[in-house]
């Protein structure tokens, strides 16, 4: 019972320092935009991905699995491996509302996600 309420406790402290540790915005694209454009919708080489009006819960995923090292790749691995859960909703958010010339149909079965 001790052990549970300590995991809980250390659960809860751990997501509110991940939070808490969230950087501005502007900082954080700042870095990507380096090779994603400043809102995602450049690829200043062809091996760089538009960002720019992807779903947001698919951009999540992609951060937290390069963060995690469960999708690999060089460069995106060292690129996420300090972002907070808040810096990645953040900045999935950020780049899903960014217009591209690059079109992400709504998610048929989810009405919901359109236009996210
Ligand atoms: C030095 C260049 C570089 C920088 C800086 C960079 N990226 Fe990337 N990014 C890449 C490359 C290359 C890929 C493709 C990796 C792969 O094949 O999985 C990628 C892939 C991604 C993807 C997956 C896109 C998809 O369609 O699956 C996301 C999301 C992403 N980057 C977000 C970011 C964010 C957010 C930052 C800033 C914190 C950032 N990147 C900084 C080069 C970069």
Redesign the pocket.
């Known amino acids: 019972m001790r052990k549970t309420l300590a995991l809980l406790t250390f659960c809860v402290a751990t997501t509110a320092v991940a939070e808490e540790e969230r950087r501005p915005l502007e900082q ?2 700042g ?6 454009g400043q809102r ?1 919708d450049e690829a ?2 062809p ?5 720019a009006g ?1 779903h947001q819960s ?2 999540e995923q ?2 937290k699995q ?1 963060r995690s090292g469960e ?3 060089a ?2 691995n060292g ?2 491996a300090n ?1 907070s859960d808040g ?2 909703k953040a ?2 958010a950020y ?1 899903s509302r960014q217009e591209a010339a690059l079109y992400t149909p709504a998610y048929p079965d989810r009405e919901g996600q359109a236009g996210e």
């Open positions: 954080l694209v870095t990507c935009a380096a090779c994603h995602g200043l080489q091996s760089y991905p538009i960002l992807q698919y951009l992609a951060l390069y999708r690999n790749n460069i995106m690129q996420a972002l810096d990645i900045l999935a780049y």
